[in-house]
């Protein structure tokens, strides 16, 4: 079993940056398949971000691709996600996520949830 702690979010001004961290204990997220999600409000949750547990495969939902990178520090057992040139609509909590199994955008292939970080796109 693996628990993950969100950590890095909060209010930006539209075109700035944040880093989001999730910190995993239990478990190596080496093998893992990670993934990002989030879940604006009066919204369903959504893809973000997904990286296999090779890091070798990334995918991104379309409304972020150019602009978010997804990454793995296996020897400091976390995940990333750079967020550039922020948007209003990105404003939502972030999830991160862990897959014993199948990787990709469907939630339902993911094990283990964190309990999310707030980012606030703002002026």
């Known amino acids: 079993q693996v628990q993950l702690v969100e950590s890095g979010g909060g209010l930006v001004q539209p075109g700035g940056s944040l880093r989001l961290s999730c910190a995993a204990s239990?478990?190596?997220?080496?093998?893992?398949?990670m993934a990002w999600f989030r879940q604006a409000p009066g919204k369903e949750r959504e893809f973000v971000a997904a990286i296999s547990w090779s890091s070798q495969h990334i995918t991104y939902a379309d409304s972020v691709k150019g602009r978010f990178t997804i990454s793995k520090d296996n020897a400091k057992n976390t995940v990333y996600l750079q967020m550039n040139s922020l948007k209003p609509e990105d404003t939502a909590v972030y999830y991160c996520a862990a897959s014993r199994g199948t990787w990709g955008s469907a939630s339902y292939n993911y094990d283990y949830w964190g309990q999310g970080t707030q980012v606030t796109v703002s002026s």
């Open positions: 239990g478990r190596t997220v080496s093998s893992y398949a």
